[in-house]
């Protein structure tokens, strides 16, 4: 395959994964929690306690910013604060049993738009296809 077409492909392949992942959270609860709310509840979820100015660094914003979120899901329930393991001046949070709720409640939403468009949109040889090009897509991904 000649260079121009890799960068083609490259190219078509990000845009294609950029809708398809806005269609995700377009896909979760509406109202429920903002796309900076879910990225850092996820965050949290996948990484482990963080404090505000980790939050900020991870998800490329401000820490002014990242209060202002992290104080909206303390607020809700979703969020807890404890004291940082080494650091007293510190502040760490982490996921509350309501978080986890909120979460999984995401994750099964997109889950449920992605298998219902799979299974509605998709002939039994496109899902095959759709299978060796996931798995393809995983070994795209450093290890």
């Given at each position: 395959?000649?260079e121009?077409?890799?960068?083609r492909?490259?190219?078509e392949?990000s845009?294609?994964v950029?809708?398809?992942?806005?269609?995700?959270?377009?896909?979760?609860?509406?109202?429920?929690?903002?796309?900076?709310?879910?990225?850092?509840?996820?965050?949290?979820?996948?990484?482990?306690?963080?404090?505000?100015?980790?939050l900020?660094?991870?998800e490329?914003?401000?820490?002014?910013?990242?209060r202002?979120?992290?104080?909206?899901?303390?607020e809700r329930?979703?969020?807890?604060?404890?004291?940082h393991?080494?650091?007293?001046?510190?502040?760490?949070?982490?996921?509350?049993e309501?978080?986890?709720r909120m979460?999984?409640?995401?994750?099964?939403?997109?889950?449920?738009?992605l298998?219902?468009?799979?299974a509605?949109?998709?002939?039994a040889?496109?899902?095959?296809?759709?299978a060796?090009?996931t798995e393809?897509m995983?070994?795209?991904?450093?290890?």
């Amino acid at each position: 395959m000649p260079e121009k077409d890799h960068e083609r492909l490259a190219t078509e392949l990000s845009a294609t994964v950029s809708l398809l992942m806005r269609q995700l959270r377009a896909a979760s609860p509406q109202g429920e929690l903002t796309a900076t709310q879910r990225a850092v509840i996820g965050r949290i979820d996948t990484g482990g306690e963080a404090t505000i100015a980790a939050l900020a660094r991870a998800e490329l914003v401000r820490p002014q910013s990242m209060r202002l979120t992290v104080g909206a899901l303390e607020e809700r329930g979703i969020l807890v604060r404890s004291p940082h393991p080494t650091d007293g001046r510190q502040v760490v949070f982490s996921l509350t049993e309501e978080g986890r709720r909120m979460l999984a409640l995401v994750r099964q939403a997109k889950h449920n738009w992605l298998a219902v468009a799979i299974a509605e949109r998709l002939t039994a040889e496109e899902r095959r296809t759709l299978a060796a090009a996931t798995e393809l897509m995983r070994r795209l991904m450093p290890e």
